[in-house]
């Protein structure tokens, strides 16, 4: 019976520490609005799935649309503190 176990080593090694940098978290941590924004946009959208839209549902997923785009408008305005630093 033949091994089916990979003949080549690893092309890539793993790094020895696989925590996330201190500029990592400050980039998901920047993006947290934007990301909690959306998953409540998608909450509205997943509650429709299952039943016919109303119009409260409608005011939901536009509420929830708008602060989508008022979150990413304001992740696009900030500007980080690296770029403001250095000019």
Known sequence: MKSIAALQK????LPADLEPTDAELDAIEAEMP???AEVELLDALIALLDRPAVEFDGRRIRRA???V????RAAANKTPSATSAVA
């Open 10 to 13: 690893c092309v890539t090694a």
């Open 65 to 67: 649309h708008r602060r």
């Open 69 to 72: 785009l008022a979150a990413r």
């Open 34 to 36: 934007v990301v909690l």
